[in-house]
């Protein structure tokens, strides 16, 4: 992180926040001095996964969205922005959100599961002001928030006829149940599937329990729900459970073999309308389906929009039922890559479908990184997130693994007319920070985040429009300037799955344009790992000399020197403590 430093005084940063947005102050002025620092956001906008968004039932314009790594949003929309909840928690791991369960009676309660990795503390997060305070419940089982299978939901549930009651699909332990509003829980036990259990370390995680999803018409206020639904996106014989005596007896639903059941919406002509994956997700996905299932017969329909095949593999995630037209609805493809994943509207129950692609266009002018130096924004991906506005069908929204898409249009779909989405991410700053620079002249500040390259920083309080480009990276990993000419600018990072070219790039206008950097090939280079398309210098540490002539690249079996003129090598340096000396004596010497 930065402060208010003198232009004169600023050095070069090098670390990895991960999931904690940058902060950096008002420009420095003599008159600043002896102040206190004063810190605020430097603004990108939105940059990483979203899980899922899920607006209340009990309040119009209330909204809150769950990362996996940087905590829980709530969606304010008297300042028309999101505001994060979690910034005051002490414990890194419950940034990591499994699931977000609002209220469906009060409007000031939510709840929050919260753990990050299968070796993490994990606790149940209960607030009743709507996420401005929290009180922490520690539990036994343990989460994933930002494991493989985080975008199932929403394993988090509350009872509508007695909020006291909420259920939590685990990863490990199998159905967990609390009777006094999360302070406590107990395992189901009448629930089949008992859970896997915490699997060995560097071995794949389990996805458990995928959703919990009540019946409000099978009970009264008060009393309880007597039917509820579970899903599994664990290999199991059966994907979908029903109870219909509130959990003391269970009994398998059919559905299509082979197939683990991800995401639920119950609608209010008894439908249950469920998607399907052959993995859990985010990655690795080839097959899947979405059923309609009735719940009064038992009996269920498969109403995919297009199946998958080998030239087209992907599964289906994201899921929202209209709650105003009954019948519509809306799913979202997950790893359909060829051509294109996108998102399906239907106003007969699955009768029929219209993709949102052809009608689409994207209004990224607020987040313009979004572009990635092409002309339009990619439709997105890992859409595991999809949720229609239940006060306003016209509003929906559906997430990616870069931001958040959202349009006003969306009744739209099938009319043939243009629809705008639009990034809805103001407030959000979630991504993960890698390295940082801010010069001596030029532009405040350069930046290197994981998955969305990096940027030159005129202006901090926008998300930043010259994104690091020719070539593109997806990370940038490595920053480093000429002392003496700071206009010389070097950085190193890795490669993208999109764009073709060298993974090392050099400036000469602080970072404003950048040329792709070919250093010269090892005698004996070690194998390209797969994708790197045989570049050398995957992911290699740069470092420019102090009058910025030179360039010295550290590779995994040697470290060059590489001069305008000619090359010079070196003898081989091992480990990044040989690294760091080297880096010092250059900087001395040159």
């Not at 769950?66 to 922005?81: I, L, N, P, Q, V």
């Not at 229609?388 to 249009?409: Q, V």
């Not at 792709?516 to 090892?522: G, I, K, Q, S, Y």
């Not at 003129?565 to 403590?577: A, V």
Request: proline share 9%.
């Amino acid at each position: 992180m930065m402060g208010d430093l003198p232009r004169s005084s600023r050095r070069t940063l090098l670390g990895g926040l991960l999931a904690v947005p940058v902060a950096a102050a008002t420009p420095w002025s003599p008159a600043a001095a002896g102040q206190p620092y004063r810190w605020a956001n430097v603004k990108v906008g939105g940059g990483g996964f979203v899980p899922n968004v899920v607006f209340s039932r009990a309040e119009r314009g209330l909204a809150y969205l769950r990362s996996d790594m940087g905590g829980a949003y709530r969606w304010d929309a008297a300042a028309a922005r999101w505001v994060p909840l979690q910034d005051g928690l002490p414990e890194s791991s419950w940034h990591g959100v499994e699931s977000v369960a609002a209220d469906p009676v009060d409007p000031e309660v939510v709840y929050l599961a919260c753990g990050m990795y299968r070796r993490d503390t994990a606790a149940i997060l209960r607030s009743e002001n709507r996420g401005r305070d929290w009180k922490v419940f520690p539990v036994p089982f343990r989460m994933g928030g930002n494991e493989d299978g985080r975008g199932v939901g929403e394993r988090l549930a509350i009872d509508p006829n007695r909020t006291s009651t909420l259920y939590f699909g685990s990863r490990h332990d199998g159905l967990q149940r609390s009777t006094d509003r999360g302070a406590t829980w107990q395992r189901v036990e009448s629930f089949p599937l008992k859970g896997l259990g915490l699997p060995p370390p560097r071995s794949p995680t389990h996805a458990g329990l995928s959703f919990v999803v009540f019946d409000p018409k099978s009970g009264r206020p008060g009393g309880g729900s007597r039917t509820l639904f579970v899903g599994v996106a664990d290999p199991a014989e059966h994907a979908l459970w029903r109870s219909d005596d509130a959990g003391e007896t269970w009994r398998p639903m059919p559905s299509r073999p082979g197939l683990l059941a991800c995401k639920a919406e119950l609608d209010e002509a008894s439908s249950l309308y469920v998607t399907y994956c052959n993995r859990p997700g985010p990655n690795d996905v080839t097959d899947g389906a979405v059923l309609r299932h009735d719940i009064r017969t038992g009996a269920f329909v498969d109403i995919t929009p297009e199946r998958p095949t080998p030239g087209r593999p992907g599964g289906f995630m994201g899921i929202s039922v209209d709650r105003s037209r009954p019948g519509a609805l809306a799913v979202a493809s997950l790893n359909r890559w060829k051509p294109y994943d996108t998102v399906w509207r239907s106003p007969d129950r699955g009768a029929s479908w219209t993709s949102i692609h052809d009608q689409s266009r994207r209004d990224v002018s607020s987040t313009p990184f979004l572009l990635w130096g092409e002309p339009e924004a990619d439709i997105g991906w890992w859409m595991a997130g999809l949720a229609i506005d239940p006060f306003d069908p016209d509003f929906a929204c559906y997430t990616t693994g870069a931001t958040i898409y959202a349009t006003r249009e969306f009744t739209k779909v099938g009319s043939g007319q243009a629809i705008t989405w639009f990034p809805w991410v103001e407030g959000i700053e979630q991504t993960a920070v890698l390295t940082l620079v801010s010069l001596p002249d030029g532009p405040p500040l350069l930046s290197g985040f994981g998955d969305i390259s990096g940027f030159t920083h005129d202006d901090l309080s926008v998300s930043p429009r010259l994104q690091f480009t020719d070539p593109v990276f997806a990370n940038t990993n490595t920053i480093d300037y000429a002392g003496r000419a700071p206009h010389i600018v070097v950085r190193s990072g890795t490669h993208h799955p999109r764009h073709d070219g060298p993974t090392l790039a050099w400036s000469e206008d602080h970072g404003r344009s950048w040329r792709p950097l070919t250093a010269p090939r090892p005698a004996d280079p070690p194998a390209a790992p797969p994708g790197l398309r045989g570049d050398p210098y995957e992911d290699a540490a740069i470092v420019a000399s102090a009058d910025g002539a030179t360039f010295m690249v550290m590779t995994a079996r040697t470290k060059i020197l590489v001069m305008w003129n000619k090359p010079l090598w070196l003898i081989p340096l091992l480990g990044q403590e040989g690294w760091l000396r080297m880096k010092k004596m250059v900087r001395s010497i040159l």
